[in-house]
Protein backbone atom coordinates (compact mmCIF):
# COMPACT_ATOMS: atom_id res chain seq x y z
CA UNK A 1 0.00 0.00 0.00
CA UNK A 2 1.19 3.23 -1.22
CA UNK A 3 0.24 6.43 1.02
CA UNK A 4 2.83 8.53 -1.05
CA UNK A 5 2.19 9.96 -4.56
CA UNK A 6 5.16 9.83 -7.12
CA UNK A 7 5.38 13.30 -7.67
CA UNK A 8 8.47 14.78 -9.70
CA UNK A 9 10.61 16.95 -7.36
CA UNK A 10 10.90 20.41 -8.94
CA UNK A 11 14.58 21.48 -8.82
CA UNK A 12 15.21 24.58 -6.55
CA UNK A 13 15.07 27.96 -8.57
CA UNK A 14 17.96 29.74 -9.11
CA UNK A 15 17.57 33.64 -8.00
CA UNK A 16 19.67 34.97 -10.23
CA UNK A 17 19.08 39.03 -9.20
CA UNK A 18 21.63 38.56 -6.06
CA UNK A 19 23.99 36.51 -7.88
CA UNK A 20 23.75 39.64 -10.38
CA UNK A 21 24.14 42.25 -7.54
CA UNK A 22 27.41 40.94 -6.28
CA UNK A 23 28.71 40.45 -10.23
CA UNK A 24 28.22 44.35 -10.20
CA UNK A 25 29.65 44.98 -6.93
CA UNK A 26 32.73 42.96 -7.46
CA UNK A 27 33.10 45.11 -10.86
CA UNK A 28 33.13 48.15 -9.40
CA UNK A 29 35.48 46.98 -6.92
CA UNK A 30 37.74 45.19 -9.83
CA UNK A 31 37.42 48.95 -11.60
CA UNK A 32 38.44 51.33 -8.45
CA UNK A 33 40.93 49.15 -7.49
CA UNK A 34 43.29 48.66 -10.68
CA UNK A 35 45.75 51.68 -11.88
CA UNK A 36 46.22 52.31 -15.53
CA UNK A 37 49.99 52.78 -17.17
CA UNK A 38 50.58 55.68 -19.62
CA UNK A 39 53.48 53.75 -21.05
CA UNK A 40 54.61 51.50 -23.92
CA UNK A 41 54.25 47.89 -22.60
CA UNK A 42 58.17 48.20 -24.12
CA UNK A 43 60.27 47.01 -21.40
CA UNK A 44 63.40 49.56 -21.40
CA UNK A 45 66.20 49.84 -18.97
CA UNK A 46 66.69 53.66 -19.37
CA UNK A 47 70.49 54.72 -19.01
CA UNK A 48 71.42 55.82 -15.14
CA UNK A 49 71.64 59.60 -14.03
CA UNK A 50 73.54 61.15 -11.40
CA UNK A 51 71.59 63.77 -11.25
CA UNK A 52 68.08 64.83 -10.16
CA UNK A 53 65.83 66.16 -13.43
CA UNK A 54 65.12 70.00 -12.76
CA UNK A 55 62.16 70.42 -13.92
CA UNK A 56 59.02 68.26 -14.92
CA UNK A 57 58.08 69.31 -18.35
CA UNK A 58 55.12 68.89 -20.21
CA UNK A 59 56.25 66.45 -23.09
CA UNK A 60 54.05 67.14 -26.10
CA UNK A 61 55.95 64.47 -27.54
CA UNK A 62 57.45 61.37 -26.19
CA UNK A 63 59.57 59.35 -28.27
CA UNK A 64 60.71 55.60 -27.27
CA UNK A 65 63.61 53.32 -28.86
CA UNK A 66 64.44 50.33 -28.44
CA UNK A 67 67.29 47.82 -28.71
CA UNK A 68 64.81 45.78 -30.79
CA UNK A 69 62.60 46.38 -34.08
CA UNK A 70 60.57 48.27 -34.45
CA UNK A 71 63.12 50.60 -33.14
CA UNK A 72 61.05 53.51 -32.48
CA UNK A 73 57.75 54.40 -30.78
CA UNK A 74 55.65 57.66 -30.83
CA UNK A 75 53.62 57.83 -28.07
CA UNK A 76 52.57 54.46 -27.37
CA UNK A 77 52.49 53.40 -31.50
CA UNK A 78 55.44 51.72 -33.13
CA UNK A 79 56.58 53.59 -36.48
CA UNK A 80 58.77 53.65 -39.13
CA UNK A 81 61.69 56.49 -39.06
CA UNK A 82 60.56 57.96 -41.82
CA UNK A 83 56.99 58.13 -39.91
CA UNK A 84 58.87 59.61 -37.19
CA UNK A 85 59.93 62.18 -39.19
CA UNK A 86 56.40 63.26 -40.65
CA UNK A 87 55.10 62.55 -36.96
CA UNK A 88 57.60 65.44 -35.74
CA UNK A 89 57.12 67.72 -38.41
CA UNK A 90 53.46 67.81 -38.22
CA UNK A 91 53.36 68.30 -34.52
CA UNK A 92 56.37 71.08 -34.63
CA UNK A 93 53.55 72.88 -37.10
CA UNK A 94 51.02 72.69 -35.08
CA UNK A 95 52.56 73.76 -31.93
CA UNK A 96 55.68 75.85 -32.62
CA UNK A 97 56.46 75.43 -28.74
CA UNK A 98 56.71 71.98 -28.58
CA UNK A 99 59.39 69.76 -26.89
CA UNK A 100 60.55 66.40 -27.15
CA UNK A 101 61.57 63.83 -24.74
CA UNK A 102 63.42 60.81 -25.59
CA UNK A 103 63.31 57.85 -23.48
CA UNK A 104 66.16 55.67 -25.12
CA UNK A 105 66.61 52.10 -23.92
CA UNK A 106 70.12 51.40 -22.48
CA UNK A 107 71.53 49.00 -24.83
CA UNK A 108 70.13 50.62 -28.00
CA UNK A 109 73.15 51.97 -30.34
CA UNK A 110 73.86 55.57 -30.41
CA UNK A 111 73.01 55.76 -34.33
CA UNK A 112 69.17 55.83 -33.18
CA UNK A 113 69.47 58.43 -30.59
CA UNK A 114 71.06 60.43 -33.61
CA UNK A 115 68.98 60.03 -35.93
CA UNK A 116 65.15 60.96 -33.51
CA UNK A 117 67.65 64.22 -32.97
CA UNK A 118 68.16 65.26 -36.17
CA UNK A 119 64.98 64.58 -37.28
CA UNK A 120 63.60 66.64 -34.30
CA UNK A 121 66.64 69.24 -35.45
CA UNK A 122 64.91 69.27 -39.49
CA UNK A 123 61.61 69.53 -37.62
CA UNK A 124 62.39 72.49 -35.70
CA UNK A 125 62.35 70.95 -32.16
CA UNK A 126 66.22 70.96 -31.71
CA UNK A 127 66.80 73.71 -28.86
CA UNK A 128 64.00 71.84 -26.09
CA UNK A 129 65.40 68.47 -26.37
CA UNK A 130 65.45 65.89 -23.33
CA UNK A 131 66.43 62.49 -22.51
CA UNK A 132 64.93 60.48 -20.11
CA UNK A 133 67.08 58.64 -17.36
CA UNK A 134 66.73 56.69 -14.24
CA UNK A 135 67.42 59.48 -11.21
CA UNK A 136 69.27 58.27 -8.14
CA UNK A 137 65.75 57.49 -6.32
CA UNK A 138 64.82 54.97 -9.08
CA UNK A 139 68.42 53.33 -8.57
CA UNK A 140 68.03 52.28 -4.83
Known amino acids: MRFTSLKRRQPPPVIIISLIDVLIVMLIFLMVTTTFKNQPSLKLALPESKQTSRE ?24 TFDQLKSEMLLAA ?4 EATLSIRPD ?9 RVLEAAKEAGIKPRVGIQTKTPDELN
Not at 106 to 114: M, Q, S, Y
Open 56 to 79: EANESLVVTISKQPPHYYFGQRAI
Open 93 to 96: TADP
Open 106 to 114: KDATIDLLF
